[in-house]
């Protein structure tokens, strides 16, 4: 059985294989947004046959997502083109996530492939927030924006955990998390900063209960998960 993922705002359940070729015609849009995409180019941006490529371009025709006509190739519709964008969003953020933030070393892109799926409306948001809005990927390739309605439906706008890197100056929280090796977080440990510890941001430095100041990089702040306090 395919993996299903309900895509916010198209009206269509559409499977990890659409969603592939939505967002790679994403990814032909953001070098070239008026012509459309050759089969031929599609296919082999995916490494598949041009008949593949053919037959799915066909489905996705039959959806409104994007507009066919033979041996001139394909272009979105409106309906595809913010699917599109918005799996490449969930992409990027990934990434963000997987690379700033957790330092995984594998092959992130892949990773990113697998998971961007999984993810509904209320975990991009989240995520989104968690990472402090980035407007680039570790690649430096723009994210695209979030859905206007996915921010004015969020159950939940205001999150209460987010990344060092993300607090204001002069807020205060609690370390729910810190996502170093086991040497480096002993490390951590010495400085004065482990979970359960509160701490208020000042600038590029965490002052902590006892007033003792740590000046941290941005690697450092995108390591460190920081439980906002309630009162703020």
Same mark, same amino acid.
């Given at each position: 059985?395919?993996?299903?993922?309900?895509?916010?705002?198209?009206?269509?359940?559409?499977?990890?294989?659409?969603?592939?070729?939505?967002?790679?015609?994403?990814?032909?849009?953001?070098?070239?947004?008026?012509?459309?995409?050759?089969?031929?180019?599609?296919?082999?941006?995916? #490494?598949?046959?041009?008949? #593949?490529?053919?037959?799915?371009?066909?489905?996705?025709?039959?959806?409104?997502?994007?507009?066919?006509?033979?041996?001139?190739?394909?272009?979105?519709? $409106?309906?595809?083109?913010?699917?599109?964008?918005?799996?490449?969003?969930?992409?990027?953020?990934?990434?963000?996530?997987?690379?700033?933030?957790?330092?995984?070393k594998g092959d992130a892109h892949e990773a990113a492939c697998r998971m961007e799926h999984?993810?509904?409306?209320?975990?991009?948001?989240?995520? #989104?927030?968690?990472?402090?809005h980035p407007e680039t990927d570790p690649s430096g390739s723009p994210i695209p924006p979030?859905?206007?309605?996915?921010?004015?439906?969020?159950?939940?706008?205001?999150? $209460?955990?987010?990344?060092?890197?993300?607090?204001?100056?002069?807020? #205060?929280?609690?370390?729910?998390?810190?996502?170093?090796?086991?040497?480096?977080?002993?490390?951590?440990?010495?400085?004065?900063?482990?979970?359960?510890?509160?701490?208020?941001?000042?600038?590029?430095?965490?002052?902590?209960?006892?007033?003792?100041?740590?000046?941290? $990089?941005?690697?450092?702040?995108?390591?460190?998960?920081?439980?906002?306090?309630?009162?703020?």
């Amino acid at each position: 059985m395919k993996l299903l993922a309900l895509t916010m705002g198209s009206g269509h359940f559409v499977n990890e294989a659409e969603e592939m070729y939505l967002q790679k015609l994403y990814e032909f849009w953001e070098i070239d947004n008026e012509n459309s995409v050759r089969t031929k180019d599609l296919a082999n941006s995916l #490494s598949v046959k041009d008949a #593949s490529a053919t037959g799915m371009i066909q489905k996705l025709s039959e959806k409104g997502l994007v507009s066919y006509e033979k041996y001139k190739g394909v272009k979105f519709t $409106d309906k595809g083109f913010k699917i599109g964008r918005q799996i490449k969003r969930r992409h990027r953020l990934l990434e963000c996530l997987l690379i700033d933030v957790m330092g995984f070393k594998g092959d992130a892109h892949e990773a990113a492939c697998r998971m961007e799926h999984a993810i509904n409306d209320e975990l991009e948001f989240s995520l #989104s927030e968690l990472l402090g809005h980035p407007e680039t990927d570790p690649s430096g390739s723009p994210i695209p924006p979030a859905e206007d309605d996915l921010v004015r439906n969020n159950v939940n706008p205001k999150r $209460d955990v987010v990344i060092l890197n993300s607090m204001k100056n002069g807020q #205060s929280g609690e370390i729910c998390a810190i996502m170093f090796d086991e040497e480096k977080s002993q490390e951590i440990s010495k400085l004065g900063l482990k979970t359960g510890f509160k701490v208020t941001k000042k600038e590029n430095k965490v002052l902590l209960e006892d007033n003792k100041t740590i000046e941290f $990089d941005s690697y450092f702040g995108n390591k460190i998960l920081i439980r906002i306090s309630s009162e703020l």
